[in-house]
């Protein structure tokens, strides 16, 4: 949405200023792939209601309104802080929607990464973001982002109950997504023009259509790990990503690492570390408790 097409020695050229068209597009490519997959391979037995997937559609479109909208009115801090901690809402939502119950030791890990990331991530963008600046309309909304988005991952985890496979998860919210986002557009009356814009410079239709599918690709990955590993581990997994983003690019780039930020790291590899200890130390556990359970045969 930065690059300008069309640009010649005559003409400035323009941007495509649509995000939502992208979105769509994103969501319609990704609708594609998972029906197609699901056409020509076997999938389990479908046995969940399909509105069920209209909550975690729309759950999951006002979560990126409530984000983009709020980079409006907080600070810089203030973002880093919220995305840094979404683990802890995402483990409480568990216990709202799925009845989920969660150990100690993950409560606090989960606040070591948060403090972590937290860390790391201001350490290292001191001065580039000059807005300090955070009201309470801000905050609302803010707090919007963090309850729809732990709420997202959590529906689809409750969903995988019914023993879904996750590209019919994902063929399944893609399809209320395209439907929210097409009613939206022709609402606005953007879609058409988008469209045109798109006829009018081929190379925009090459991008947009590269990002869609980098994006289908990326929900198969994010669909796979909520399935597997659960709505907590795939928000650790995001959150860390943000924070070794960075890392590599520091030690790419040669870019130093101050000291609060190697203290972030830090905190971050000893929760990493609890975390690993603590779970083999509870299957060790269970397995001992099996194993005592288990009917001595007698000779």
Request: with cysteine.
């Amino acid at each position: 949405m930065t690059r300008t097409y069309g640009a010649t020695d005559s003409s400035p050229g323009e941007k495509f200023k649509d995000s939502q068209f992208l979105v769509f597009m994103n969501r319609i490519l990704a609708f594609t792939v998972a029906g197609l997959y699901c056409a020509v391979s076997k999938q389990p037995r479908h046995g969940a209601p399909m509105y069920k997937y209209s909550f975690a559609s729309l759950s999951n479109i006002l979560s990126s309104w409530c984000q983009y909208e709020a980079l409006k009115f907080i600070s810089f801090p203030t973002q880093v802080l919220a995305k840094a901690s979404k683990v802890i809402p995402v483990m409480l939502m568990g216990k709202l929607v799925s009845s989920k119950s969660y150990e100690y030791w993950e409560y606090l890990t989960a606040v070591l990464i948060s403090i972590g990331v937290s860390m790391f991530l201001l350490s290292n963008s001191t001065g580039k973001h000059p807005s300090t600046v955070t009201t309470f309309s801000g905050l609302v909304i803010l707090a919007g982002y963090i309850v729809f988005d732990s709420f997202t991952s959590n529906w689809q985890d409750s969903l995988f109950k019914y023993k879904m496979s996750s590209v019919q998860m994902m063929f399944g919210v893609n399809l209320f997504s395209c439907l929210f986002t097409m009613g939206s557009l022709l609402e606005q009356g953007a879609l058409f023009e988008s469209v045109r814009f798109m006829a009018r410079h081929p190379e925009f239709a090459v991008h947009a259509a590269l990002l869609s599918v980098c994006s289908a690709f990326g929900q198969l990955f994010i669909f796979y790990t909520i399935n597997r590993f659960g709505a907590a581990v795939f928000t650790i997994i995001m959150t860390l990503r943000q924070a070794f983003a960075i890392l590599l690019s520091c030690l790419i780039y040669g870019h130093a690492v101050s000291l609060v930020g190697g203290l972030g790291v830090a905190v971050v590899f000893l929760a990493l570390f609890l975390r690993v200890y603590a779970r083999s130390r509870m299957k060790k556990r269970s397995r001992k408790a099996v194993l005592s359970e288990a009917p001595v045969q007698k000779v």
